[in-house]
Nanobody
C-alpha cells in the first residue's frame, strides 16, 4: 500500500512558476513509476508527466504531454520518497487539480501516459493561473 500526498499548489500569475511535490509512504518508492495528471471540471483526467522507477537498473526515463512544450520538469528523490513537478511559464490553461500517481507495473515510457497503469493516486492539489 502506498499513500501519496501532493503539495505546492496555489494561485500564480501567468508566466510564473510553481513546484509541486508528492510525498509517498512506504519503503519501496524507488520501485514505482510516478506520474502527474491534471483534471478540470467536466473534463477527463489528462497526463502531464511521468518518470520511470529507478534503483534496480531499469530506469527508462521520462515522458511529457505535448502541451508541456519544455515548460515542466518531473524529477524524483528516492531518498525523500518524493516526486516533483517544476512548472514554469504557466498559462491560464494550466489551471487544474494536479494529481500524482504511482504504478508498479509500468515498464516503458509510453506506458507512463496511461492512467489505468497506475495503482495509487493522491488527493490532488489545485493550481490556479490568473491571466
Amino acid at each position: 500500500q502506498v499513500q501519496l500526498v501532493e503539495s505546492g499548489g496555489g494561485l500564480v500569475q501567468a508566466g510564473g512558476s510553481l513546484r509541486l511535490s508528492c510525498a509517498a509512504s512506504g519503503r519501496t518508492f524507488s520501485s514505482y513509476a510516478m506520474g502527474w495528471f491534471r483534471q478540470t471540471p467536466g473534463k477527463e483526467r489528462e497526463f502531464v508527466a511521468g518518470i520511470s522507477r529507478s534503483g534496480d537498473g531499469t530506469y527508462f526515463g521520462t515522458s511529457y504531454a505535448d502541451f508541456v512544450s519544455g515548460r515542466f520538469t518531473i524529477s524524483r528523490d528516492n531518498a525523500k520518497n518524493t516526486v516533483y513537478l517544476q512548472m514554469n511559464s504557466l498559462k491560464s490553461d494550466d489551471t487544474a487539480a494536479y494529481y500524482c500517481a504511482a504504478g508498479s507495473s509500468i515498464a516503458t515510457s509510453a506506458l507512463l501516459r496511461r492512467s489505468y497503469k497506475y495503482d495509487y493516486w493522491g488527493q490532488g492539489t489545485q493550481v490556479t493561473v490568473s491571466s
